[in-house]
């Protein structure tokens, strides 16, 4: 019996050493420092700003966001544009060539960093802005 306590005892220790690390492996805007943006937030850090951000493949692009609600996206092949604003505490994109409103929450992770998540909680990417 003593040794099955010692056992579950080591296992409780281990656990409880392990868990720092399980929040090291979570994405940044998971973790508890991670802060969600509000709408007035996201407005006052995008409008009339460009962000350089990288997706999670590793591409980087840069997005200049104007005054008027219009968004011009470089990198890769070329130019795409679009119309940008801010929907509740969600930055909603359509592309002039996609018509689909895509809607992401951006979350503050330290140092000046953000990161877009779309609607179904995955990682979109990381951005500065510029």
Known sequence: MRASLKRTSLAAVALLLALPACEALQPD??????????????????TGKSISLSNPRGRSYTNSFGRDGRVMISGGKGNLYGDWKVAGDRYCLTLDE?????????????????????????????????
């Open 29 to 46: 805007y998971k973790k508890a420092s991670a802060t969600h943006l509000k709408g007035n937030e996201i407005s006052s850090l995008l």
């Open 98 to 130: 996609d018509k689909r409103e895509q809607c992401m929450d951006i979350y503050s992770v330290g140092d000046g960093t953000y990161q877009m998540v779309n609607s179904d909680g995955t990682l979109r990417n990381t951005f500065k802005v510029q």
